[in-house]
């Protein structure tokens, strides 16, 4: 009779939640134009109901074993609640932009995914079927659900705040390549130093500081973006499909701001430097400047500062892109003369072969003076 409970239990959580749960994960990525929109707040009605039934799930663990039935009868009337709060978070999504769906959907599945653990850790204890030393805690199973329930509250309920999150979340990662650019330290001048990977050339260091200056003033263009969406955001304007695609298409173009200074300061740490690399980056930089302007334009919504920011980040872009190109050039002579000072060496020695890295002119000198002392 008990084994029988315990296979009921174990077919009522795979079959249940299986059936009703994922497939509507699945089928309802996007919510339909046909579909009637649900206030948020009875979705925020029902994540507190899901709160309050975890809470019972971790109170009939209290002292001794539940009953089979009890068990069984608290898993179906939770997984029914978390169904209908699927479709009820669903059909409140009507119109929300990808990144607002994409911010709603991760707490979601937060919930429904520590819900599962919740049960599965319920079942196995109830069974004994846990691996030794891994005795699940409904305590702690309890309280995920708790913390996933009470994040989901603070989701943002609009796509200009969402976007607007997403577009600091970009300031932040210019923020890191920042720190990073002006901490990289100068390599010991001394033999008996101990070698560290985080010591860089000088030249290294001169690139990293005009990665800074390009890092500081792109974060001020972004911040400047976001005091324009915040302005917005207080003015409540109605969230159209043109408002949200134009407010969408400005967050990816900070945030491809953001990929690209990231690729720059990623090419200090890899020597030697790839100037033909960090001139096709700055390059690109510059066209998604002249992206992000003409996109604040469009949209109408600008500050007095915009234009500002927008021409000293510009104007740290093209130092750069000067400063690389003069390098770029000056690499192409110290080829040249390379190739033709191994050129002479094979008159003197035929093993010596041209090669791309740049002179260590002290090294030449010596094969000179090497090669010749061997003549007769």
């Excluded at 068990?71 to 059909?91: D, I, P, W």
């Excluded at 329930?149 to 970009?170: D, E, H, M, R």
Aim: charged residues 25%.
């Amino acid at each position: 009779m008990e084994k029988s409970k315990k296979k009921d239990l174990n077919q009522s959580l795979i079959t249940h939640p299986s059936t009703n749960i994922v497939d509507t994960l699945q089928l309802y990525p996007n919510a339909s134009p046909t579909v009637d929109k649900f206030h948020w707040n009875y979705v925020l009605q029902i994540s507190d109901y899901l709160s309050t039934q975890a809470t019972i799930v971790r109170m009939l663990w209290t002292g001794e074993s539940p009953k089979a039935e009890s068990l069984t009868e608290t898993m179906k009337s939770y997984f029914n609640a978390l169904h209908g709060f699927l479709l009820c978070f669903h059909g409140s999504t009507l119109g929300a932009g990808p990144t607002l769906s994409s911010i709603i959907h991760g707490s979601v599945k937060q919930i429904v995914d520590s819900s599962f653990r919740l049960f599965q850790g319920s079942v196995s204890l109830y069974e004994g079927s846990y691996e030794k030393g891994k005795k699940p805690s409904i305590t702690q199973l309890s309280r995920a659900v708790l913390e996933a329930c009470s994040s989901f509250k603070k989701v943002p309920t609009t796509n200009l705040v969402a976007i607007g999150s997403a577009i600091s979340q970009v300031a932040v990662i210019m923020k890191d390549v920042l720190n990073e650019m002006k901490n990289v330290k100068p390599a010991c001048p001394f033999s008996e130093c101990e070698a560290s990977g985080d010591d860089f050339s000088p030249e290294q260091i001169e690139v990293a500081k005009m990665v800074a200056d390009i890092a500081s003033e792109a974060m001020m263009v972004i911040i400047v973006i976001r005091v324009i969406t915040r302005t917005m955001e207080e003015e409540h304007p109605k969230e159209n499909s043109r408002f949200v695609d134009s407010l969408e298409k400005l967050l990816k173009l900070c945030q491809r701001t953001g990929v690209l200074i990231e690729e720059l300061g990623t090419c200090i740490y890899h020597p030697p430097l790839k100037i033909d690399k960090m001139i096709e980056t700055v390059n690109l930089l510059e066209g998604n400047l002249d992206e992000v302007e003409a996109q604040v334009k469009h949209m109408k919504r600008s500050s007095h500062a915009f234009p500002g920011v927008c021409r000293k980040l510009r104007d740290a872009i093209k130092l750069m892109e000067v400063e690389m190109d003069k390098r770029k050039h000056l690499n192409q002579i110290l080829i040249s003369h390379q190739n033709t000072i191994y050129n002479a060496l094979q008159l003197f020695d035929p093993t010596a072969s041209p090669s791309e890295e740049k002179v260590n002119w002290n090294d030449v000198l010596r094969c000179l003076i090497t090669s010749l002392n061997k003549q007769p």
